[in-house]
T-cell receptor, first 113, second 109 residues
Framework: NAGVTQTPKFRVLKTGQSMTLLCAQD?????MYWYRQDPGMGLRLIHY???????AKGEVPDGYNVSRLKKQNFLLGLESAAPSQTSVYFC????????????FGEGSRLTVL | GQNIDQPTEMTATEGAIVQINCTYQ??????LFWYQQHAGEAPTFLSY??LDGLEEKGRFSSFLSRSKGYSYLLLKELQMKDSASYLC??????????WGAGTKLIIKP
């Protein structure tokens, strides 16, 4: 009963390093999202995908890249990490555009020194 | 611009009732959602309103007035496990969710 799984759960990076966050869902959902959550702010959409092989920019895409080569996986990459990217990252998925519920992963806490 | 407003923090007593308000200004409206988020955990879905009125689900109810750009989440018979943040989100004309910053609810014995 996995749902949405994110790896890694925690990571500390130095400025300029790169890394990839992996999101995997086993619910056959079409839509997948990457959000960041910062204190005092609502969840902000980084990038999203409406199906395998598609990606689109959200509200705060700068400094991030994504790929959706397989329907079940959505990768978020940081090419050159900056301290401003210190945040908690959540992946989410849903079956269709007009269905309500988003299913979230447990979150990935990233610290950039 | 798009804006979701909700109180930053509220305190209530175990067994009591609390109402968490949410006001919004968005480009289009395709539904309003409430999520619960315990500290260090992922948000989980609580309720969805797309038409005006009250939706009841057990101890939790959610109300929507589209003309006023207003919603509230009502929690009855509060339990200690209800201590969490409650996130209001509006789905806009592009079917994207716009999120409020959340209301941290503290339950005292």
């Amino acid at each position: 009963n996995a749902g949405v799984t994110q790896t890694p759960k925690f990571r500390v990076l130095k400025t300029g390093q790169s890394m990839t966050l992996l999101c995997a869902q086993d619910m056959n959902h079409e839509y997948m999202y990457w959000y960041r959550q910062d204190p005092g702010m609502g969840l902000r959409l980084i990038h999203y995908s409406v199906g395998e092989g598609t990606t689109a920019k959200g509200e705060v895409p700068d400094g991030y890249n994504v790929s959706r080569l397989k329907k079940q996986n959505f990768l978020l990459g940081l090419e050159s990490a900056a301290p401003s990217q210190t945040s908690v990252y959540f992946c989410a998925s849903r079956q269709a555009l007009d269905t309500g519920e988003l299913f979230f992963g447990e979150g990935s806490r990233l610290t950039v020194l | 611009g798009q804006n979701i407003d909700q109180p930053t923090e509220m305190t209530a007593t175990e067994g009591a009732i609390v109402q968490i308000n949410c006001t919004y200004q968005t480009s289009g409206f395709n539904g309003l959602f409430w999520y619960q988020q315990h500290a260090g955990e992922a948000p989980t879905f609580l309720s969805y309103n797309v038409l005006d009125g009250l939706e009841e689900k057990g101890r939790f109810s959610s109300f929507l007035s589209r003309s006023k750009g207003y919603s509230y989440l009502l929690l009855k018979e509060l339990q200690m496990k209800d201590s969490a943040s409650y996130l209001c989100a509006v789905r806009d004309s592009n079917y994207q969710l716009i999120w409020g910053a959340g209301t941290k609810l503290i339950i005292k014995p």
